[in-house]
């Protein structure tokens, strides 16, 4: 298996533009969760799926960042409009089921930097 | 709430020799999960080893052991035999409800 596939690897965006980041989970993983680092927060949770179903968004800092897992293949993160403290590198992660046995499985993640 | 304290924010090692990374947690859970994870300058998160609380047996992954004080509430990871290859980010991690609290990280360097 090819991983968990993040793209792009590097997007610069000005502020106030439409940012799509794209996932495409390990096959047969039924939980995906996105995750966004930035040196003064580390890693946060913004949201996580079960069977491509919301379950926690309660990260999601605010009302212009979205999430979607249309299905178990591919799952985005859109930030509509974007602002320079978005800058960050988000990852996502799958897991096969209860990430308690197994971790998650991490992708390269996406450096986002919003001029 | 769950937390996750890494306190060495920065860690220096000889090649060869062996390396104790600390990590403290607070959960009010009874059973629950613990990882260590590395980030090389790839970035790439790569799991490193975990622990299940209700194991009193610490855990081992060739070079890589972890010392589990449930009681003290301390997963501290030590790493013997240092590799150039082991420099990275660390960072130990907490599991609740499906969900991975992470600690701010320790970064390590390998003297060679």
């Known amino acids: 298996d090819a991983g968990v596939i993040q793209s792009p690897r590097h997007e610069v965006t000005e502020m106030g533009q439409e940012v799509t980041l794209r996932c495409k989970p390990i096959s047969g993983h039924d939980y995906l969760f996105w995750y966004r680092q930035t040196m003064m927060r580390g890693l946060e949770l913004l949201i996580y799926f079960n069977n491509n179903v919301p379950i926690d968004d309660s990260g999601m800092p605010e009302d212009r960042f979205s999430a979607k897992m249309p299905n178990a293949s591919f799952s985005t993160l859109k930030i509509q409009p974007s602002e320079p403290r978005d800058s960050a590198v988000y990852f996502c992660a799958s897991s096969p089921d209860s990430p308690t046995n197994y971790g998650y499985t991490f992708g390269s993640g996406t450096r986002l930097t919003v001029v | 709430a769950q937390t996750v304290t890494q306190s060495q924010p920065e860690m220096s090692v000889q090649e060869a020799e062996t390396v104790t990374l600390s990590c403290t947690y607070d959960t009010s859970e009874s059973d629950y999960y613990l990882f260590w994870y590395k980030q090389p300058p790839s970035r790439q998160m790569i799991l490193v080893i975990r622990?299940?609380?209700?194991?009193?047996q610490n855990a081992t992954e060739n070079r890589f052991s972890v010392n589990f004080q449930k009681a003290a509430k301390s997963f501290s990871l030590k790493i013997s035999d240092s590799q150039l290859g082991d420099a990275a980010m660390y960072f130990c991690?907490?599991?609740?409800?499906?969900?991975?609290?992470f600690g701010a990280g320790t970064i390590l360097r390998v003297k060679s």
């Open positions: 622990q299940e609380a209700y194991k009193q």
């Open positions: 991690s907490l599991e609740y409800g499906n969900k991975l609290v």
